[in-house]
């Protein structure tokens, strides 16, 4: 078993030290539409958090609760949602979006939005509302005082968009059902991984995890190299 994993890791790495196009194509597609999510949701969700968090309405609690169930939301209830939408029969059939990379930017964003809502809820909530008050007596306006407060919880916001890109790039069944797994097209890391287990290529199915582990690593330490650096500076 030992030499079989040694072998596997061997065979992996020479996969990625030789620049394999398939594997960096695959790695291309999950980067591209994790990108684009996180970043359709970030645009959303900041600042629709960023409202829910300073204002009193009827049903805040309601739509809060809601928020924070759908943050349990089964990918592949959204793939099978996703798929009566797009299909040829779907409401929106005729945009031929289903089995493309935008399909599954679609669906992600839909599970990533209550993410990136709740994060900046949470870290909007955290920051004293004697700023705003301040800022306001000072003579600032609506918006310089919410950017009063955004810069306060930038470390939060900046969290929240990393974890809903972390989610997103490690998601596997919203790609799968709504991308369709088409080589050269839409198959990214993780519907690559579980093709090639289920085929019994696990060399490939190694080097593909081992970026995505990667990936994962490079962001967490993005973030708190950014937290150290700025948040010691205050």
Known sequence: ????????????????????????FIVYVS??????????ASVMGIPLGFIVAVREFRGKR???????????????????????FLSRR???????LLYTPWAIVIGQV????????????SAVSRIDQRYRRTAMTLGA??????????REARFGLLAAVIAAFGRVIAE?????????????????????MALEHNKGEF???????????????FMNIFLQVVQGRYGSAR
Do not use: C
């Open 31 to 40: 980067l591209y539409v994790s990108f684009m999510s996180t970043l359709i």
């Open 203 to 217: 060399v490939l199915a190694l080097a593909l995890g081992v970026v995505l582990l990667t990936v994962s690593l």
């Open 110 to 121: 839909i599970l990533i939005l209550p993410w990136v809502m709740i994060f900046t809820l």
């Open 141 to 150: 306006s609506t918006l310089q005082a919410s950017l009063v407060i955004a």
């Open 62 to 84: 309601v739509l809060i609760t809601v928020l924070n169930t759908l943050l349990a939301l089964p990918t592949v209830v959204i793939g099978v949602l996703g798929y009566a």
């Open 1 to 24: 078993m030992d030499s079989f994993l040694m072998h596997s890791l061997a065979e992996a790495a020479r996969m990625l030290w030789s620049l394999d196009p398939e594997l960096y």
């Open 90 to 96: 779907g409401v929106f059939g005729d945009l031929g």
């Open 172 to 192: 596997v069944g919203i790609a799968m059902m709504l991308g369709g797994n088409i080589k050269g097209f839409t198959r990214t890391m993780t519907t690559a």
